[in-house]
T-cell receptor, first 116, second 115 residues
């Protein structure tokens, strides 16, 4: 059981480049989330999804896009990378509402992104 | 709006001391959930506890205990007889189930346990 898998683990981008951070989970979770972690700033929610075909903005969505065509996958797209997007990105999933006694986030191992 | 405040940015204690990490939250909902997560130096995020707004019983799990007080909107976390392996960043989080499905995190408290 792999849980939540994020790829890549590390990436360096030049300003203006685009890339997609991949996230997949094999737990049949309805809910998926993207967070970014900046030093001293905790985790900020970028986007989240409550099921296939449904996405919504979090606290800091600007500069990002997401899609949720399947239950398993929730990729995060950076279209024009900027230095402000240098951060560690975490994908997470949860059984929320389908399993109310097990409402916790399962996190991927993170993607460290540097935009230079 | 929902908000989680962890006022302690960084704490250092000597091994075997007890330490309490504070978490204060704001919410407009009557139904909400509170969480604590641990992030050790390796970087992964580890779930510690989930508490719903209708259950104010304090919880103890080994050396860990949690004090949930709705009257002060606090959900504090105490480590008893701290160990070096407890060194990590600890995050408190809140979700408002009646309003949306976001889970919002505090900024975290970095805990150093000194040998």
């Amino acid at each position: 059981n792999a849980g939540v898998t994020q790829t890549p683990k590390f990436r360096i981008l030049k300003i203006g480049q685009s890339m997609t951070l991949q996230c997949t989970q094999d737990m049949n979770h309805n809910y998926m989330y993207w967070y970014r972690q900046d030093p001293g700033m905790g985790l900020k929610l970028i986007y989240y999804s409550v099921g296939a075909g449904i996405t919504d903005k979090g606290e800091v969505p600007n500069g990002y896009n997401v899609s949720r065509s399947t239950t398993e996958d929730f990729p995060l797209r950076l279209e024009l990378a900027a230095p402000s997007q240098t951060s560690v990105y975490f994908c997470a999933s949860s059984h929320i509402r389908t399993d109310p006694f097990n409402e916790k986030l399962f996190f991927g191992s993170g993607t460290q992104l540097s935009v230079l | 709006a929902q908000k989680v405040t962890q006022a302690q940015t960084e704490i250092s204690v000597v091994e075997k001391e007890d330490v309490t990490l504070d978490c204060v939250y704001e919410t407009r909902d009557t139904t909400y959930y509170l969480f604590w997560y641990k992030q050790p130096p390796s970087g992964e995020l580890v779930f510690l506890i989930r508490r719903n707004s209708f259950d104010e019983q304090n919880e103890i799990s080994g050396r860990y205990s949690w004090n949930f007080q709705k009257s002060t909107s606090s959900f504090n976390f105490t480590i008893t007889a701290s160990q070096v392996v407890d060194s990590a960043v600890y995050f408190c989080a809140l979700s408002e189930r009646d309003r949306d499905d976001k889970i919002i995190f505090g900024k975290g408290t970095r805990l150093h346990i000194l040998p």
